[in-house]
């Protein structure tokens, strides 16, 4: 349990993003004062070699959670409070941090079956969503033994009829709840670009005094959208928005992410002094003028619901579970989409759904792209993707994927019979057959997104 009074702010410096892929050249780097892991990548009860070697040394280690979904309808599982607070413990973290998003849709509230986004999506800002996101912060406070940080999120789409502005959502967020911000100012970058939104007007709307830490990210432009890949150099735009958030806020710290395409040691070095030099840029600037409301609030917010968690009525619940199923059944069956919503970024944002679904089993089952080839895996991953909503985790799903070749055609003599052996090292002595998949293919659903009478 947080105590009641929120303690002070923990000093980071700068930091990067350990991966096991560079956690040789993490360790190496001068200068370096913290690191954050992807809280879902850490067993229980063992940590890698490498951080334990960087927490002995006195280097900070901020575990950061990717699939509580805390903007999501649902409540949070009490099983992923209670990982994500073993990892803080572990590490002996001052802090941990999760996102602004949700990550999974349908289920119970809505009859239906359960789809999961196997990635960050938005939350409308509207009154309803604010008041379930608050709920869901106050119930994960409870849970874990240290403060808890909010990052804002990359988006693709824009959801119609929003309520509130980023910064007044951001901001009424922490006057109700009294969370921790993570300001990601590649993402600050990436809404401007994809979203219109101004990045300048969400910062003078933030409370500053909320701030744990910053996120610097690197991304590219395709087809007039921007992908924020965290595979490439971080741009000078998102540099200058980290130099103008440093003119406002001195922030406790400052981390440069990277989760593929890792560069040479010198790079990743020369990013971080980058880094460096665009925080002591903005330490010089001229503070703005803040355009909040004089007691610092955004402006047309309205005062604490003081609600507990338990006291949001379910109506409130089920109505934004209702609105992110459809969205998410659009994105991943092929659902049409919701009334008001771009289609033509829904599109875009499937299609990097299921990029970053056979990205993942790729490293979740490596011996897949080996099996049938890079080009060959991809393919053949992503054309099932196409029909096959993920429901249960990307282990399950990298087990329908094999079973789904397994039943069909194509497949040659040797590379079906390492498929098969594969299969078998991982679940039973026999696949299933062709005429059980078939069956479990026609099988009637439930259509997402409605309840049923």
């Given at each position: 349990m ?18 096991p ?17 992807v ?12 951080l ?9 280690v901020?575990p ?6 805390l ?13 994500l607070a073993?990892?803080?413990?572990a590490?002996?973290?001052p802090l ?19 789809l ?7 939350v ?6 604010l008041?379930?996101l608050c ?6 406070q ?20 929003d309520?509130?502005?980023e ?29 219109g939104?101004?990045?300048l007007a969400?910062?003078?709307?933030l ?10 990210a ?8 921007w ?7 971080v ?16 922030p406790p710290g ?50 604490e619901?003081?609600t507990?968690p ?7 619940r ?22 008001g ?8 944002q499937?299609?990097a759904?299921a990029?970053k ?6 490293k ?16 053949a ?36 019979r390492?498929?098969t ?5 991982r679940?039973?002595?026999k ?22 009478p």
């Open positions: 947080q105590d009641e009074k929120t303690p002070a702010m923990a000093r980071l410096g700068v930091g990067i993003g350990w991966r892929e560079i956690a040789a050249a993490v360790e190496r780097l001068p200068g370096l004062d913290w690191v954050e892991v809280a879902e990548n850490l067993c229980a009860g063992h940590l890698p070699e490498s334990v070697r960087l927490r002995d040394r006195g280097v900070t901020v950061h959670g990717v699939s509580l979904g903007g999501g309808a649902d409540r949070p599982a009490a099983g992923k409070l209670a990982d073993e990892r803080a413990l590490l002996g973290a941990v941090s999760e996102h602004i998003a949700f990550v999974r849709a349908g289920g119970a509230l809505t009859a239906s079956a359960q999961e986004a196997g990635h960050l999506l938005p409308p800002r509207t009154r309803d969503a008041a379930v709920e869901n912060v106050r119930i994960a409870d849970a874990l033994p240290v403060p808890l940080a909010l990052e804002n999120i990359a988006a693709l789409f824009s959801w119609p009829g309520e509130l502005t910064g007044q959502f951001l901001s009424e967020l922490v006057e109700r709840t009294g969370v921790r911000l993570l300001i990601d100012v590649a993402n600050l970058h990436t809404n401007r670009v994809n979203r939104e101004d990045p969400v910062l003078d709307a409370p500053v005094e909320a701030l744990a830490y910053v996120h610097v690197g991304g590219l432009a395709r087809g007039g959208v992908h924020d890949t965290h595979a490439h150099p741009p000078p735009e998102v540099l200058e928005l980290l130099t103008e958030l440093r003119s406002r806020v001195d400052v981390l440069l992410e990277r989760d593929d395409d890792f560069p040479p040691e010198p790079e990743l070095a020369a990013e971080l002094t980058a880094v460096r030099t665009a925080l002591a840029a903005g330490a010089t600037a001229r503070v703005p003028a803040a355009r909040r409301a004089a007691d610092g609030r955004a402006p047309g917010l309205e005062e619901d003081g507990k338990g006291d949001l009525p379910e109506a409130v089920g109505r934004v579970a209702v609105a992110q199923a459809a969205v998410l059944s659009a994105l991943v069956a092929g659902t049409p989409v919701p009334e919503f771009d289609a033509r970024r829904l599109r875009v499937a299609r759904l990029a679904r056979a990205d993942v089993i790729a979740v089952a490596p011996e897949l792209p080996r099996i049938l080839g890079p080009e060959a895996y991809r393919k991953f992503l054309g099932y993707a196409g029909g096959r909503p993920m429901s249960a985790g990307y282990r399950r799903d990298a087990l329908d994927f094999v079973e789904h070749l397994l039943v069909g055609p194509d497949l040659d003599g040797l590379v079906r390492r498929l052996a594969w299969w078998r090292d679940t039973g002595p696949p299933p057959g062709r005429i059980a998949r078939i069956a479990h293919r026609i099988a009637p659903r439930r259509p997402v997104g409605r309840k049923t």
